[in-house]
Every structure is written in C-alpha cells, then in structure tokens.
C-alpha cells in the first residue's frame, strides 16, 4: 500500500480537467465568478482537440437575414435525428453568437471582407450559410485562450491526467490526479469539478482527434455514478487522409469537399469514386449526392472499402474541383501545405484526385447534462465533447466550436455559484484516493503480461471493425464478449516494460485502457438496444429509422461488470430557453 | 509510391531526476520512406523501447508539442521525413523531463509575464471593427504554434540575452491589434530584440511558414521611423 506521504494534497474550490477551449472557457467563466481554478492537461495544455479543429463556428449572426437562432435550433435537432435534448440544443443556437463576440474581445479575429462583417460559409447539413471563421482556426482559439488563463493567473498543470473523482454519498470531494512529469499522485479537493477532457476518438483505429482523447473523463463520470446518454452515436468524418501512417485519418477540411458548395448551397460538392470510378453516394443519397450529411457520406465510403471497392491503400477517390483552389489557399492554407506534402502538387492544387478515407472524429454521445452542465453527481459537472445531448445522432459541422464555448462557460459559473452555496470539509476522499492509487501501480510491480500499446491496438481494432461505421447484433455481441474477456484476464496482468514513475508512457496507456474499456463497452451495451438505423448508429440487421426509437438511451453503471441501460423519452422541446438566457446574462 | 527502407537510429536518453545521464541509444527500424520521424519514433516505442518517453497529440503540425532535434536541427517530428540515418535528441536549449521530453515551463512562465491580451471590454457583444487586413495579419501571426523550433535554432539565444524569435512573434501580434494598448515595443527590447543579427534562421525553420525575423524587422523599422497610430 502506498504511504499517506506518498499523494501530495492540495485544495482548491472549482478543478477542472481539460486545457480545450471547453475547460479554459469554464476555467475563465469559473475564475471571473470569483472561485480559485485550477485547470488539469494530461499532456501540455497546447495538446488539446479543439486546436486541431479548423475552428469554424456556426452562429446566428444576423448578417445572413433568412438565418434565425429558430433555424439553427431546428437544423441542429433535423441533423440530431430528433433525439437532441432540445433545451440545449436551443442554448447553442441563442449564445454560439455572444460566445463568438467573447473569443474577439480575447484577441481572435474573425475573418471578415468589411471591418465589422465576417464573412459565412456553408458546412455540412446545415440548410443556412451562417458559419464563421478564422485562418488561424483551432490554434488561433486555443492561443487567445490561454492567455486570458495567463492573465487571470489560473494554475494550469500540464502532463496531470485525471484518474477518478472521489465522492462520498451525495457530493463530490475531490478528484485523484496522476502528474506524470513527476510520478507522483495527488489528491485535489474541491468543491466542483468539471469535466472537459473531450472526446474518445481513441477507441478506433482511424481516428483524427489527439492521441490523448481516450475518453478518460466520460468513463470517470460514469465510475462516480453520473449516466451517459446517447453514447452509442459516434461521428466519422468522410473526408480524411488515407497516407503517410501519422496523417491517417486527420481530417481533410470542408472546402475541398464541397468545392462550389461551400460558398453556395446549391452548387454540388466534389464527386466520389470508387476504384472502378462509380459514384457511389447515389445508392445511398440521390437527393443531396455527396453534399449530404457527414453520417450518410462517411458510411457510404466505408461500406465501398469494406466491400473491396476501395484503393489499395484502404481510401476512395475524391475529384476535387480546381475552381476553389484560389479561396482554399487564401482560407486553408496549412492544407494545401499537408495535401502537397502528403501527396502532391497535382492534389494539392485540388486538380488530381485525392484519397479520403473516413475517420473517428466526435463522441456525440457523453455525459448526461442539465442545462447548466450539472450532471446527477451533486458536485460534478461536464462540458464539452465529454458531455452528450447537445448534438442527438449526428452534428452539424461548425458546431462543436460554439459548443465547447457555450457550455464550457455555463459549466464554469454554474461550479462557482456551486461552490458559493456549499460549504464541505473534503478530507474524507483521501483514503478512497490512496486506494485507487495503489491498484494502479500494478502495472509497474506486474511481470509477464502483455504490454499496453499492444491491449489498446487490440481495442481500436476491435471497435473499428464492430462498434464503428458498420454495425450487428452478432458482432456487438462478440466484441462485448472480447472486451469482458480483456477485463477479465488481460487488464489484470498488464506489464509495462520500464518501471520508472516519469513519463512512464506505457503506465498511461495501461490506466487508459480502463477507460476505454469502461467507454466501449458503454458504447456497445447501448447499440445492441438500438435496433434502429439512426444517424451516426448504423445496424446492418437493422437498416430503417424506426420511429419508436425517437428516444434516448442512458447508461449507468452499477458496479463492477452490472450496467442498466435504459430507454428514455426525449427531452421535449421548451420556451424555456430565452429565461435561461436572461439568468445567465445576470449573473455574469 | 513508397518503398521500403531500414533507418539507422540513435536517441539521446536521460532521466535527470533519477540520476540517469545522458546516452545515446541505437535502434535499427524497418519502415517505408514516407514515414515522418514521430512514426520511427512510435514503431521504437511500440516494438523495441517501451520505456521511451516522447510527447505528440496531434500529429499533424498543430499543437507543436513533438518538437526535438533530427541530425542537429531543430524540427517537428510530426512533419520531418524520415531520413536513413538519424540522431535524434531534445530540443535544447531547454531542461529535459525525461528522453525527448523537455520541460517548458520556463516558456510558458515567459509568455504569461508578456500579458499578451488586448486591452479593452470583455464582453461587449458587438463586432469589433477590424480592417479585413489587419485581420488576417492578426490570424497570421496568431497562428504561432509556440514549438519554439525557432527558439532552439536561434544563433542569438544560444550567445546574447535573448528571448527568441517566437515571442518577438507574440509580441508583433499584440501590437498588429487594434484593441491593444501595452508598449509591445518596450517589451520586445526588453526581451532582446537587437541582439537578433538577423540570420532568418527562424523563418526557414518555422513549421507553420510564419517569419518571426519580418516581426523583427517590423519593430526595428518602429524604432527608427516610430509605430503608426491604431
């Protein structure tokens, strides 16, 4: 057992793990409230999803007069396939705009032909040009704010990965964090934590978030008790590159895709072949073609390489229009620069064909949330892609950047004003921290089993193939199976090959591959009960939308090995939307 | 397309607070020659060093954190071909963590101490006016990666008092903003601005294709002919 001076303690009245846009918003939010804020980043705080986002941002500007806060709610809930929870969705569409004003007055610019115009463009299944953006995309987001932290003088601590949130009966304590520059174990307590640390695109092979996306705050709120909901809707970009192995599945921005469209609701979106030069998104989408939504695009071309139409190296071909050239280069340079490194000057100048591939690239599901992104653990909060509801079974493109700044600020205040209201000795989660601290060294005491680089490539393989684009009854089933059998008789055994405590990389993976394990399983227990096709879940045996299940799924685990999954209504649609709005204007 | 290819590898290792000096190991890796550095570096993780400690998330050019050194220049590992022989060390001159791991918190220390905000009212939800220009310069600039590649291969930091071209780049942002009011002059002097010699080392490096040494030349030119008015 490790010894009490073994964790080091500290206190702090908000924690929160994730440097994203979502967990520096809340740590602002959180901060101008007048809590104390600590921020956690499992690797340093510039390795986050949000900047490797092309940043662009739907908002209800007003500079497009047929766009209304109204439409992007309803095209928000039409792309969701009618499961969003409505109320939240309704909160994106009414302050993405006031958020977006938030990150100029940071130091962004936004693109714009006039000094007080930005300039819109279409993204994918939105019926409305209203999405702004900036050249400098997720990084210039991610840079702005990190210096408003710096100002603020939040405390960010960087290579700290989140390892559980301690509880007691009814209400957080504190959260056990591991600092991995070091190896050493601390125990933080507070008042409220939130969760920010995104998404969980590391389950798959082929996937275009960061490395350190493994979904480790979505499996620790579910360990604490809070439900996950909708957690079977994982989103896969269609279009990303297929070569060289580090650029496998990084996401080949919008523009070369819609080509025409991405200016012009009506053009047409670049054409996909298959090997054999078919375009095969007529079978699926002979309406919209290819400029359809993400889901229907991105099954269509994995159904080709499944079937053994694709390329040798496992894309389709894409034949980008060179019409769009000029305005890709002036918006997205740093992709005319990956697509001439990648593959060449022909590509590159959008006039030869381009491999794609689709990709892993959003956990639409999550974290159940109210509105306040409070989940059903007094204490606990989440926003961000680690939280679920917002974007139902599919999401528009252009809506995550609104998201993470909506929520990621709601999540914030909410902490503080949570915080204000209670007043808790937190020293009792010590012991059940240290607990959890000691089962986790196993790895570095253990001999003879397999190493974790290897369980987790099991893992990835396992959800691509089963639990990705294409799914059944029998291969959900057998996975499930696979994945107890890890739990079981891998995960016990793991070996890390060096033993020393600083960035001990393999330790990491081993504590990940919990996580993982915890999420996909989640993940698959919730797609077995949606005999449905809907969205982003596609069953083979069960190929319609079918309307009975115009409703949620929620995932709670009990225990070690018990889970309940529940059918739930959908949240209905509300007028309360512009009430809450006026609260939060208030308080701020 | 690609062909196969066997690299000669050698990393400098160390772990300075376990008392582990510097060595460099040997690593023979078979790969193909499209390969970037940061996938020979996962294949040895993966099949011949389990106990390496490398940084990278994203992979692909943005969060300039897999920063190190290939043959004695300062690169993303994320972005650099792979070559047949390559020695490979942490990008100095910063502490090391562990292998190719470095301590940045002295940079980030640097980059608070700058305040590098706009100065004015937070949330006023109105467009700020912008000329379209400036605010593409504003995105340009604010494109910084802050890998500092063009720290480490700077030839003025390694013998002057000299911050780095990067935060010069920081800086000359601030000062393209409209909305900002800090002397961003005073601090780049301050931080070393005339010990650059103007080499341009730092533009050639830069993996984001940004030109620290024009943010340089920018502010001499204001120096001598004074900045104009926002």
Known sequence: MLNISDIQVERVNVLIAGSGAAGMRAAIAAHDAGASVMVLAKGPARANHTRMSGGRYNAVSGLNPMDSPDAFYRDTVESGCNINNHELARILAEEAMDRAYDLESYGLAWDRKVPSEYVLSMTGGGSFVRTIGSADEGIGITEVMLHQLYKRGVQIRDFHMLIEVIRDDDHVQGVLALDLAHGVWRYIECGAVIIATGGTSQLYETSSGPTINTGDGIAIALRAGAELVDIEFMQFIPISFVYPPSARGYTLTEPAHYGMRHYDPKAEAAHLHNKHGERFVLKHDPVRKEGSTRDVLARAIMIEILEGRGTPEGGVLMIPDPQVFEGFLRERPIYVKRLLENYGEGQARLEAPIQVMPSALYTLGGVRIDPWCATSVAGLFVAGEAAGGVHGANRLGGSSMPDIQVFGRRAGMAAARHVGATDRSQTSGFEAARARANALEAPLRSTGGLRPPEVKKRIQKLMWDNVGLVRSGDRLEDTLRQFRELRDNVVPTLTVMGKTRILNREWMEAIEIENLLDIGEAMISASLQRKETRGAHYRTDFPAIDPRWQANIWVQKLGKGAWRVEKKAVAAPTALAGAQLATAGAAE | ?230
């Open chain 2, 1 to 230: 397309m690609t062909d196969a290819v066997t690299m000669e590898v050698k990393i400098l290792r160390s772990s300075p607070s376990e008392g582990v000096p510097s060595a460099y190991q040997h690593f023979t890796v078979q790969g193909t020659d499209n390969m970037r550095v940061l996938d020979v570096i996962r294949s040895i993780y993966e099949n011949q060093a389990g106990d390496l400690a490398y940084q990278f998330a994203c992979r692909i050019g943005r969060c300039g954190t897999c920063a190190m050194r290939v043959n004695g220049v300062p690169v993303l590992a994320c972005q650099e071909r792979c070559k047949l022989q390559m020695r490979i060390d942490p990008l100095s001159p910063f502490p090391v963590v562990r292998d190719l791991v470095v301590d940045r918190t002295e940079v980030e220390t640097r980059y608070a101490q700058m305040a590098l905000t706009p100065a004015g009212p937070q949330s006023n939800a109105r467009v700020r006016p912008i000329a379209p220009a400036v605010a593409e310069e504003l995105c340009h600039l604010d494109s910084c990666l802050a890998c500092m590649v063009c720290v480490s291969g700077c030839p003025a930091v390694e013998e002057h008092a000299f911050d780095g071209p990067a935060f010069m780049l920081k800086l000359r942002h601030m000062q393209e903003h409209p909305a900002d009011n800090g002397d961003r002059l005073g601090q780049a002097l301050d931080g070393g601005l005339l010990e650059c010699f103007a080499c341009d080392a730092c533009t050639q490096l830069c993996p984001a294709d940004l030109s620290p040494a024009q943010a340089i030349r920018d502010f001499r030119r204001d120096m001598i002919i004074g900045s104009k008015p926002k």
